[in-house]
């Protein structure tokens, strides 16, 4: 269930600042969750003492997101939608209730090609013109990109590296991608296995299913103590180096056993 991408450990490079992100699921509406420090002393990030998780919806905005959006809101919960820029020009009022509701923009390229099928130009064309539509849009620059199909090269990383961008290619997926996994009870059991400390949930906001799945998914994860919160607080605390993949383990390497590659593994 699991995808599995190793990259080389982190090195200390140009450090990119991401934009805080509001919100976990069992903490009230209005607070940024700011953990404050003793004087002299660091702010310590809110998911090193919390049990934090992101759910992660690519494809968007789609016809099932005011749905996604208000059972995120009943459940408290913050997430990061990896949006397309076709689909952002279509629908720039679901875009902007996505920032509305406290939940981070990511890119996702403006008509989801295989990156790695394209000239260095057209790779910068597909990002930097999401890049300044969601700007145009929101207000908002997004600092997370996921490459369709998880498909990248030294091109991809090169260009998401100039546009300040870092990688999120997930760490866990219910594969609701596959569509004879479409069915709410499979994807509900799916994301429930895939949960745990830090892990960043692939899932598909265009998925029916996967959106009608939320509501047992959200209220049994909060039972067992998860803080359902953005990729961007996930990683606070974090020295992130545009270009590379996020979120990396104790060792400094990302790893999975899944592979999101190829037509048939994406929506």
Not at 99 to 119: A, F, I, Q
Not at 156 to 166: G, P, T
Not at 203 to 230: C, I, N, Q, R
Request: a neutral charge.
């Amino acid at each position: 269930m699991l995808l599995r991408h190793t990259i080389p450990a982190l090195t200390a490079c140009a450090t990119l600042v991401l934009l805080p992100a509001a919100g976990a699921q069992a903490a009230p509406v209005d607070t940024k969750v700011t953990v404050r420090a003793a004087p002299g002393k660091k702010a310590v990030p809110f998911c090193e003492t919390h049990k934090c998780i992101a759910l992660t919806f690519d494809d968007g905005p789609s016809d099932n997101t005011t749905k996604l959006l208000a059972t995120l809101k009943k459940y408290k919960a913050k997430a990061t939608f990896f949006v397309m820029g076709s689909r952002v020009k279509k629908h720039p009022v679901l875009t902007k209730n996505i920032v509305k509701g406290g939940h981070e923009l990511g890119n996702h390229t403006w008509s989801h090609p295989w990156l790695t099928d394209l000239s260095p130009a057209a790779i910068y064309k597909e990002i930097n013109e999401t890049q300044k539509l969601i700007k145009k849009t929101t207000g908002k620059t997004p600092t997370v990109f996921r490459a369709p199909g998880g498909l990248t090269d030294d091109d991809v990383n090169a260009v998401v590296a100039k546009l300040k961008l870092i990688q999120i290619p997930g760490t866990v997926a219910t594969k609701d991608y596959v569509k004879e996994y479409r069915d709410v009870a499979f994807l509900t059991t799916a994301a429930l296995e895939a949960a745990e400390k830090n892990a960043v949930v692939l899932m598909h906001e265009t998925v029916k299913e996967t959106v009608d799945s939320m509501p047992k998914v959200l209220s049994t994860l909060a039972k067992e103590g998860y803080y359902f919160v953005t990729v961007s607080k996930l990683l606070e605390g974090q020295t992130l180096v545009p270009g590379e993949f996020y979120p990396k383990n104790e060792t400094g390497e990302l790893d999975d056993d899944d592979d999101f590659s190829g037509p048939a593994g994406e929506v």
